[in-house]
DNA sequence: AAACTAAATAAGAATATTTCTGATTTAGCG
DNA sequence: CGCTAAATCAGAAATATTCTTATTTAGTTT
C-alpha cells in the first residue's frame, strides 16, 4: 500500500479498496468482479475507476494480468516480484504459480538470430477441485 | 481445399477465397487484414463472413488461432497437425514454430492432481529482422 | 485551517472486436 | 430445373475496454 504514495500516487479511498479486494482473495480477478465488490462500498463507482487503477498497478509491477482467450482478462495482486506463469482455474479464478518459465528451453534454440524477442506467455487452464468442468 | 466438400460444407467463392488467402501467404493473419484482401475481389462481403469461416475452418483444425495480448486475434492456415507452438511477428504475422511445448517438462510435476487441466497456451512474440521494434 | 494543485473520479460517449438476427441467396444434389 | 440446407448480407447487438470533459479530492503549502 506504502508503494502507492512513494510513487506520488494519492491514496484514495477506492484505490485502498481495489487493493483490499486483491489482497483478500488471493486469485485472478475479471474486472468486473472487482467492481461488483467494490460497488459493496462505493455504490457509484465506474468501470473506469477499476480499469485505471488495475492499469496503474500493473505499470508499477504489482498487478499481473492474464489475458484469456474469450476476449476478457484476469486480474491478480502479485507482490513474489521473480518471474512465473501461472496455472488457473477458468471457473473460480483461483491460480497455481508455476515456477517453471518455457524460455529457459527456447533460448539455447538459437531463434534470437531471426526474432528479436520482446515477450511470451505461457499459460495452463483448468478447473480446480471445486469448479468441476462445464 | 478438398476437406471442405467431404465435410458436407459448400465450397462458395468467398470460402475458397479465404482459403486462398491464407494459402498465399504463411503467416498469423488478422480478420480485418482477411477482409481487406477478400474485398479486393468481392468488395461488399461482410466482416461476419470472414469470422464465419475462420470459425468453421479453426472448428476443422484447418486453422490456427492466436489470442494477442490486446484483444484481437491472429489466424494462420495449419496443415501440420502435430502439437507445436509459435513465434510471432508482432509487425507483419510472420510466424516461426516452435516444436517444443513446455507442458512435457509440466507433466512430471504433479499439478494434475489439484486441476484437472483443459488446455495451455504458450506464444512468443517479437519483431521480425523486416520490422523494428516500435 | 483555508487555499492550492496535480491526481483521481464520474458519466457517458466512443472504439474495437466479435457474435447474433432475420431475410435473402446459392451450392450441390436429385 | 427445382429443392434444401448451407452460406451470405445488412445491420443490430454484445462485450470489453478506453477516451473526453467537467468535477472532486488527497496531499501539500501558506
Redesign the pocket.
Known sequence: MQE??AA?????????A?VEILLAEERHW???EILVKLRAR?P?????????????LKQMGLVH?M??G?????YKLCYSQDHHHHLVCLGCGQTLEIPVCPMQQISGMGLSCKFKITGHRFEVYGYCEGCSSP
Chains 1, 2 share one sequence.
Do not use: P
Not at 8 to 16: M, V
Open positions: 502507492l504514495g506520488g500516487h494519492k491514496l484514495t479511498g477506492k484505490r485502498r481495489i475479471t474486472a468486473k462505493f457509484a463507482v465506474s468501470f473506469d475507476t477499476v480499469y485505471r487503477n488495475l492499469s496503474l494480468e489475458v484469456l474469450d476476449g476478457g482478462s484476469r
